[in-house]
């Protein structure tokens, strides 16, 4: 008994290498596309695509090889699990590895803070400082922060995401607030608070369909010294979804006494706020 335990181990460990080895390969040689691809053109998104359409067929007997499973079926699945995942990785961990790549992420993200500033007009933000004094609401700081942040003012854009956060009655659900975190988080990454914008990422982060979110993650962790290691553990879309309804059954209950319809419609309005965030 205890000689085949050893033995399941030890194939477990053998396995988990092997998906290593072939993942760092992976990167490597989407990378070496991605380089050559340089060479001739500026960097696109259908020239990432491509890299990874091409580098994939290499790797599927090395993929299948780490599937310890008996069942042919589900041999299959976990093959496709492991392929989609390997996939929806390779942007984060490309920052990382791939300077070319991380070279090419932070020149989109300067180049449309540059175009946002340049079409910055300094009058649209008296119309805003209007709406606060007439209107002092979470939506009319938000708004006004937008404009501050198009016109470079970053202090006054912290100040009025504070103060929009303060005033929204959500604003501890991290759907109802993703829009004024995400401008906070690259307020944050302007003065260099590097570590600051990251725990941010990590709070609005969904898991594998918030490849965006990772990529800025990646992008910010990379500029204060980090490395591959730090990527966190992918937290799935279902996870944060289940976790944000099961907080509301548990309100549901409490409040079950007073009104039986409401608690059940916040559920699902929430539940629809994710599913449009990422358009599924």
Request: proline share 2%.
């Amino acid at each position: 008994m205890k000689t085949n335990i050893i033995y399941i181990l030890l194939v477990l460990n053998l396995s988990f290498v092997n998906a290593q080895n072939y993942k760092s390969a992976f990167r490597s040689d989407v990378c070496n596309c991605l380089e050559e691809e340089s060479l001739k053109r500026v960097l696109t998104e259908n020239a990432f695509k491509r890299c990874l359409r091409e580098t994939l067929p290499k790797y599927a007997a090395q993929i299948d090889a780490s599937i310890i499973e008996e069942d042919t079926q589900q041999k299959f699945l976990k093959g496709q699990l492991a392929r989609k995942d390997l996939l929806s990785a390779m942007p984060s961990e490309l920052i990382y590895s791939c300077d070319v790549y991380f070279k090419h992420i932070n020149f989109l993200r300067t180049s449309s803070l540059l175009i946002m500033r340049e079409n910055a007009k300094e009058d649209e933000i008296e119309k805003y400082d209007q709406m606060v004094a007439l209107t002092p609401s979470a939506t009319a700081y938000f708004m006004r922060a937008k404009v501050h942040f198009k016109l470079g003012n970053i202090k006054e854009t912290e100040a009025d995401i504070a103060k929009s956060l303060e005033l929204n009655p959500n604003s501890e659900n991290t759907i109802s607030t993703r829009h004024e975190l995400m401008l906070l988080a690259w307020v944050l990454e302007e003065q260099e608070r590097y570590k600051e914008a990251i725990e941010i990422y990590d709070k609005v982060y969904f898991g594998a369909l918030d490849s965006e979110v990772a990529k800025l993650r990646a992008l910010a962790d990379k500029k204060s010294g980090g490395t591959i290691a730090n990527i966190p553990v992918n937290v799935t879309v279902e996870d944060k979804e289940n976790s944000n309804v099961n907080s509301r059954i548990k309100t549901v209950k409490v409040n079950r006494t007073d009104n039986k319809s409401k608690p059940s419609t916040k559920v699902k309005k929430d539940s629809t706020s994710l599913k449009k965030l990422f358009k599924l």
